[in-house]
C-alpha cells in the first residue's frame, strides 16, 4: 500500500502563490497516478488537478489557468504549484493515488484509493 505526505500548506494573502508537495513511499512512484483534492468546511471534497502516469493533466475549472500539478518521478513527489490563490481556494489539501491506472490515464475521483492526511491552506482576504 502506498504512504502519502502532504506538506507546503500555510498562510497566504490573496494573490500570493504556494506550492504543496506530497512524497509518496511503499510503491513504485512511476505506476501510479495522481490527483490532489480538497475539501473546505461544510463543502463536499472535490477533485482540483490530476496527472496520469505519463503526465498527462486535468483540472477543475475553478483553478484551471492558476495551478499547475507536476510530478518528478525521481524524487517520488507530485506537486501542486497554486499561483493567484483566492479566499475560496482555503481548504485541506489532500494527495491522492490510483494505484491502478493504465499509462495515459488521467484518474477521476472515483479512481484513487490511497490518500494523505492533508494540508491546510489559508488565504487572507
Known amino acids: 500500500q502506498v504512504q502519502l505526505v502532504e506538506s507546503g500548506g500555510g498562510l497566504v494573502q490573496a494573490g500570493g502563490s504556494l506550492r504543496l508537495s506530497c512524497a509518496a513511499s511503499?510503491?513504485?512512484?512511476?505506476?501510479?497516478?495522481m490527483g490532489w483534492f480538497r475539501q473546505a468546511p461544510g463543502k463536499e471534497r472535490e477533485l482540483v488537478a490530476a496527472?496520469?502516469?505519463?503526465?498527462?493533466?486535468s483540472y477543475a475549472g475553478s483553478v484551471k489557468g492558476r495551478f499547475t500539478v507536476s510530478r518528478d518521478n525521481a524524487k517520488n513527489t507530485v506537486y501542486l504549484q497554486m499561483n493567484s490563490l483566492k479566499p475560496e481556494d482555503a481548504a485541506v489539501y489532500y494527495c491522492?493515488?490510483?494505484?491502478?491506472?493504465?499509462?495515459?490515464?488521467?484518474?477521476?475521483?472515483?479512481?484513487?484509493?490511497?490518500w494523505g492526511k492533508g494540508t491546510l491552506v489559508t488565504v487572507s482576504s
Open positions: 491522492a493515488a490510483d494505484q491502478d491506472s493504465w499509462w495515459y490515464e488521467i484518474p477521476a475521483a472515483g479512481d484513487m484509493d490511497a
Open positions: 511503499g510503491r513504485t512512484f512511476s505506476n501510479l497516478a
Open positions: 496527472i496520469s502516469r505519463s503526465g498527462s493533466t
